[in-house]
C-alpha cells in the first residue's frame, strides 16, 4: 500500500501558480524553454533590439490610437496651434495635430512612435546583414533566413503605412508617388488605384484604407513571423562564432533562465530609455510645418523616411529620354492601345532584384557548393570573401539609390547643378557595387593571408633587435590559444568543375554551376593545416634554441 502526499503551496502567489501549472503544464515548458542556450556576442543584439523597438511600437502606438480619426472628410482647424487656425483639412491631419499640441505627452509618443519605427527597420536590416555576411543562413536556417526577409519587408510595410496617415504635405506627396507606379502598370493600373484611394486621386478613403492595414494587418503579420522565427530560432539552436570548444553539436553560452532573461530584460530597459531620449531631445516629421495635404501644388525638398526613400530614389535616377528613345511604349490591343511607361515601371527593377536575390540566396549558395551540410558554426566575413563582396556590392547599390532620393537637397546644400548630381549617382549606380566588390574581396583576401602569416610566424611584438651581424628584424610572438583557433577554424570551399550526370552528360545549367563555382572559389587563401602549423612551431622552436646560443648584447 502506498500513498502520494500532495503538494500544496504556502502563498498565494505559489496557489496560483500550482493552478495554472496543474492545468496547462506550464512548468514543463519554462524547464524546457528556460535550459536553452544561447551565445553571448554583441552582434547578436541587433535582434534584440529589432524586438525591443517592436515592443515599444505596440505601447506608444496603442496610444496614438484612442486619439486619432482616420476619416477624410473636410473640416476647418481651430486648435492651439494659431498659424493655422481657419485652415480646411482632413479629420486625419486636425487630430494629428490635436495629438501634438491638445494632447498631454502627444507630440512625445508620436515621436518614440516614429523614432522606433525608423529603429525597428533599422535593426531588422543590420540583423540580416549580420546573418548574411556570417553564413547563418545555411542548412537548417533557410526557411528562417526567409522569413527575416519577409519581415524586413512587412517592416518597411509598416513604416509606409504609418508614415502616410497624418495627412499632411509630406506623407500626400508619397501616396503620390505610389498612385503614379501603380498607375504605370498596364491594363490593371488604374483600375487598382480607383480601389485604394476610392476614385481619382486623393479620394476619400485612402487613409482609413491605410489605418486598417496599419493597425490590424500588418502588426498581426509581423507578430506571426516573430513568433516563427522565434520557433525556429529554438528548434535549431542558435548560431555560435568558431572558438575553443564550439562545434556544430553543441552550443556555448548562458541559459535563458535566468542569466539570459535578466540581461534581455535590462537590454530592453536601456532600448526604452534611448529610442525616448531621442523623442524628448530631437524633433522628427513636424507636420505642422507641412501643412494639409493639397494635390494641386508641386513642392520641392520633400524627404521619405530611410527605408524607403530608396525607390523615390530609383525614379528620380530614370531618364525620360535617351536621345530620341522614348521610355513610353505604346502596346496595341484589340480594345485600344496601352501605354507601357518604362520610366516608371523600370526603376521598380531595382528593388525586385535586391529583394528577390536576398530571398533565394541561400539555395543559390548550396548550389554552387553542392553542400548539404549541416552549418551552425558561423563565418568570419574575410573567410567569405565572394559572399562578402557581393553583401557589399548589394549595400552599394542601396546607398546610392538612398542618396539619390535626396538629389535636390544635396545640390542645394553643396551649392552645385542637380543634373551634375544625377550624372554621378547614375555613374555610381552601375559602377559603384562593381568597384566595391573587387575592393572588398581583395581586402578579404589580403586580410586572410595576412591571419595565415600570424598562425605561421606570430605577430608582430613591436620589439626590434640587432643581430651581432648588425642586422636588425622584429620579434614575432605566437598567439594564444583561443586566437590561434579563431585563425584556422574555418572551411574554405575549392573550386567544383562541372559534373556530368548519369549518362555521362554535363548539362548547360552544370556548365554554368561550374563557371560560377570558379568566379567564387578561384581566389582563395587555403587555411593552415595541422602539418604546416607543427612545421611553422618546430621551425620556431629550433630558431629560439639557436637564439639562446648566440651571444648576447650589452651595453
Known sequence: MSSTTEYRPKTSTGRIANFVDQRVGGSSIVKEFGRKIFPDHWSFMFGEVALYTFVILLISGTFLTFFFDPSMAHVVYNGSYNPLKGVGMSVAY????????????????????????????????????????????????????????????????AGFTGYSLPDDLLSGNGLRIIDGVIKALPIVGTYISAFLFGGEFPGTVVISRLYMLHIMLVPALILLMIAIHLFMVVVHKHTQYPGPGRTNDNVVGFPVGPVYAAKAGGFFFIVFGVVALISALFTINPIWNYGPYDPSPVSAGTQPDWYIGWVDGALRLMPGMLGDFSFDWNIPFPWGTNTLVMGVLLPMLPAAILIGTMIVWPWIERWVTKDDREFHLLDRPRNAPTRTGIGVAGVIWYCVMWAAASSDLIATHFHVALNDVTYWLRVLFFLGPIVGFIVTRRIALALQRKDREIVLHGREAGIIEMSPEGGFSERHEQVDEYKLYKLVSFQSPEVLPAQADRAGHVTRMEKTRGAISRFFFEDRVAPVTPKELAEAHEHHAHGEVEEGQKPSIGH
Open 94 to 157: 486636425h487630430t494629428s495635430l490635436d495629438i501634438t499640441f491638445d494632447v498631454r505627452g502627444g507630440l512625445f509618443m508620436r515621436q518614440v512612435h516614429h523614432w522606433s519605427a525608423l529603429l525597428f527597420v533599422a535593426a531588422v536590416s543590420v540583423h540580416m546583414l549580420r546573418v548574411f555576411f556570417t553564413g547563418a543562413f545555411r542548412k537548417p536556417r533557410e526557411l528562417n533566413w526567409v522569413v527575416g526577409c519577409v519581415l524586413l519587408i512587412l517592416a518597411m510595410a
